[in-house]
């Protein structure tokens, strides 16, 4: 073997390790995302969720030493977030656009202001399995460190989808999504169903978080989140909001966020901010390649159609 | 031991007041138990506001209803269907992304957490079989044509076992067949099982086929109830009017058909989907014509139509005014003396919020005289126009001030006709003008579209409705396909043959 083809599978084995590294926020912030938007509310404010996440997850980690307790907290803050834009959403004339970005600067705030103490400190960590002790190459071995919260996250996004067909309240949570006065109608209760689903939908995201600080990068400062709550919302519109998909959209997010590293990682030096912008290229040509003028997105929530 | 009572559903005495509007007025209504009740009136006589207290979406504000000899107060839909009234509505309630099957089963009001969908598929299709009409099942709703979809929407509540089915105008959407169908299926199940049925509507014809009562409503008031044996249409006439003269007959002036104005070549056009539903369609309006396209909707007429007002782009193709390309620009418009009266005219024709006055001047409000050449707008103006237009197009508004939202269907359809009639229109389409409108109404919006092919212009009418097709055209197109299958005038026109090609055969 060759110094070039080491290099080739290098890059392939580290893009690989890296999109389920980099991926797994970007999974658990776009099935939050997928619920929250399936019940017909957007929910801009998830980078704040994420990031808020992100510090409390580590705090609490760092506290107590234990980083489970860590991503419980991110769950609950998240949902408490959720719960605020969920509040403030059901109040008439008040849009969903608005009070999503007022959040994501309030929940960063928030999270900068409390997280300067744990800047410094060294909390637990989320463990990892090793899935790669067969083989002797260390690229892939190092590649198939997969952590926990991924595991969870693949097997996450079946059940949701499963919940959204097969559960009264995924269908309740289509309905709502679907149609207002259908839901009405059917006597429904519109606000808490979304309520609840911006709240799930908030937690997830904050889990997300969670892995940011106790797993990859690994530690909390105030650069930690690079926008990837914000891209899971157009990650969810690529997915056609659908859970499976969603996995698939976040490793390609995910290897994509790699690339710079990986090649750096093989000497390549050259364009590394340029690769580090790949995958906000890559929004940018999945929103402009998968959307149209002229026709509806297919799996779009029927309470954005009128908004398109 | 007391006597059943013999009706199922009875109103007592129902008002309902909207602020000072007082819009039912001490109105009484009863449903003799396995029969089919009509409730005829004209636009805003209240037949919806009395179903809603019915239903429990509006609290009355005196009276009751007594559903099984029982006063109930019924504070939401929901109270309703768990008392086994169910009602299908004007508008469909069907989630379109989601299957026939989904629907149904979402319907239920008590759903197990878990749903088993290989077993509800199996007793789905089980109870289909007792049903008067079959849907597929597995079927996406955005995929069903209109007459589909509103079998879909009574089978939905006759799954649930109703004692009582309220039926708000069921037939606006379909064609006369699939009207036969679905109101005689309707009567037949009032004598097979224990249900009885109420059903809004306007049209003389489905109250004399298919009901055993009638019940008159205007202004507001009962006028009276009687059953349909002693009825004649001109009784009903005279309850559902009062002393208003029956609009004229159809005025339409002998002429030569002139040059041709709209010129449609090859066109293509696809829907939301990406799916091509004009296909290759060719189309010419002669001055002075009216030239109707018959078709089961969802065959490429609202496509069409929306290319035509500037809506839609098409795929490719040509469209023609006057000789000359026409791509569906403002100038363009104006030039040609392009006017357009689209189906649902308050979503497209109308800015909802916008106030009467503001919505009438849409199509100039750019020009003289509403506007100076320094593009100031002269408030005056509108609001002059708008008072004129609204005397004399009949436009019952609280005020030109209002917004044209808060209007009633028939009185925002007359507010697009002022507005697209009053400048002497070149060329004209029309789509399904008086889909949900009362007899007067329609009357009066076909003598105004007749007038403007009297004064000259080039008339497209698209209509699912076929005898509108047949009285106003002088010449008949048939749409299937995308494409235009057969051609022919009313006077030689053979019914089986055009519903034949419609049905795309």
């Known amino acids: ?308 | 031991m007391t006597v059943p009572s013999p009706f199922a559903l009875e109103a007592v005495n129902i008002t309902k007041r909207f602020g000072a509007m007082i819009a039912l007025d001490s109105v009484s209504l009863s449903l003799r138990r396995g029969t089919v009740h009509a409730l005829l009136g004209e636009n805003g006589a209240g037949k919806s506001t009395l179903v809603k207290c019915i239903m429990g979406y509006y609290l009355p504000d005196e009276g009751q209803v007594l559903f099984g000899d029982r006063e109930q107060s019924i504070s939401s839909p929901h109270d309703a269907h768990l008392l086994g009234i169910g009602m299908v509505y004007q508008h469909f309630t069907l989630i379109p992304n989601m299957t026939v099957a989904e629907n149904l089963v979402l319907a239920r009001p008590r759903l197990p957490a878990v749903i088993n969908w290989r077993a509800e598929l199996a007793s789905l299709e089980k109870e289909m079989k007792g049903m008067p009409f079959q849907v597929p099942l597995q079927a996406s709703v955005n995929t069903l044509a209109a007459g589909e979809k509103q079998k879909v929407e009574i089978i939905k509540q006759l799954l649930l076992n109703p004692k009582v089915l309220i039926l708000d105008e069921p037939t606006s959407v379909l064609t006369p067949n699939e009207a036969d169908e679905v109101l005689s299926r309707v009567r037949a199940m009032t004598q097979e099982r224990e249900l009885s049925v109420l059903i809004i509507t306007h049209k003389f014809r489905e109250v004399m086929n298919y009901a055993d009562d009638v019940t008159v409503l205007r202004k507001g008031k009962y006028i009276g109830s009687t059953t349909v044996a002693e009825a004649t249409p001109q009784s009903l006439a005279a309850m559902m009017v009062g002393r208003e003269t029956i609009a004229s007959p159809l005025q339409r002036a002998q002429r030569q058909r002139g040059n041709a104005s709209l010129d449609v070549t090859d066109l293509w056009v696809e829907n939301d989907n990406g799916v091509d539903v004009v296909c290759g369609l060719n189309l010419t309006v002669h001055d002075g014509e009216i030239v109707g396209i018959a078709g089961v909707s969802g065959n490429g007429q609202k496509q069409l139509v929306e290319v035509l007002a500037g809506q839609r782009e098409p795929l490719r193709g040509s469209v023609r005014l006057h000789g000359a390309a026409y791509t569906a620009t403002r100038a363009q418009m104006h030039e040609h003396r392009f006017r357009c009266l689209p189906e649902e005219p308050l979503r497209n024709a109308c800015v909802g919020p916008m106030s009467v006055a503001d919505n009438l001047a849409l199509r100039r409000y750019d020009r003289p005289p509403y506007s100076s050449k320094s593009r100031i707008l002269h408030r005056a103006i509108f609001k002059r126009i708008a008072r004129e237009w609204v005397e004399s197009f009949g436009i019952r508004t609280p005020g030109i001030e209002a917004p044209i939202a808060n209007l009633s269907g028939g009185n925002v359809q007359r507010s697009v006709l002022a507005r697209e009639l009053s400048d002497a229109p070149h060329v004209l389409v029309v789509a399904n003008p008086c889909f949900g409108l009362d007899f007067g109404a329609v009357a009066e919006i076909h003598n105004r579209i007749m007038a403007a092919r009297n004064g000259g212009a080039a008339v497209l009418l698209v209509s699912e409705d076929l005898d509108e097709i047949m009285e106003m055209s002088d010449r008949v197109v048939v749409i299937s396909g995308g494409k235009l299958v057969h051609e022919t005038t009313p006077a030689t026109a053979d019914m089986t043959r055009i519903g034949q090609f419609m049905a795309g055969h």
Not at chain 1, 44 to 65: H, K, P, T, W
Not at chain 1, 81 to 89: E, F
Not at chain 1, 138 to 158: D, M, Q, S, T
């Open chain 1, 1 to 308: 073997m060759n110094g070039e083809e080491v290099g080739l599978i290098g890059i392939l084995f580290a893009v690989l390790g890296g999109a389920i590294r980099v991926g797994t926020p970007f999974l658990f912030v776009s099935l939050g995302e997928c619920l929250t938007e399936r019940s017909g509310r957007i929910n801009l404010g998830l980078e704040g969720n994420l990031v808020m996440g992100a510090m409390l997850a580590y705090g609490i980690s760092y506290i107590s030493g234990s980083p489970w307790l860590g991503v419980l907290a991110a769950a609950g803050a998240g949902s408490l977030l959720g719960l605020v834009h969920a509040l403030l959403c059901q109040q008439p004339r008040v849009n969903d656009i608005a009070v999503g970005i007022a959040l994501m600067l309030f929940g960063t705030g928030l999270a900068f202001f409390w997280g300067k103490p744990f800047i410094q400190p060294t909390a637990p960590h989320l463990p990892a399995i090793s899935l790669g002790g067969w083989s002797d190459m260390p690229a892939l071995r190092a590649a198939l460190e997969i952590n926990v919260l991924f595991i969870i996250g693949i097997i996450l996004a079946p059940a949701l989808a499963w919940f959204f067909r097969t559960s009264r309240w995924g269908l309740n949570v289509r309905c709502v999504g679907e149609s207002t006065e259908a839901a009405l109608a059917m006597g429904l209760k519109v606000n808490r169903v979304r309520l609840l689903s911006t709240m799930v939908g908030g937690a997830l995201a904050g889990v997300g978080g969670s892995f940011l600080s106790l797993y990859y990068p690994g530690s909390w400062n105030e650069g930690l989140s690079s926008g990837q709550g914000l891209m899971a919302v157009a990650l969810v519109i690529f997915a056609r909001w659908d859970p499976v998909k969603c996995v698939y959209a976040s490793l390609l997010f995910g290897g994509a966020a790699a690339l710079g590293p990986a090649l750096q990682s093989v000497g390549v030096t050259w364009g590394y901010y340029l690769f580090n912008a790949a995958p906000y290229v890559l929004t940018l040509a999945i929103m402009i390649a998968t959307s149209s003028a002229k026709r509806r997105l297919p799996g779009m929530p029927g309470v954005f159609s009128n908004v398109k």
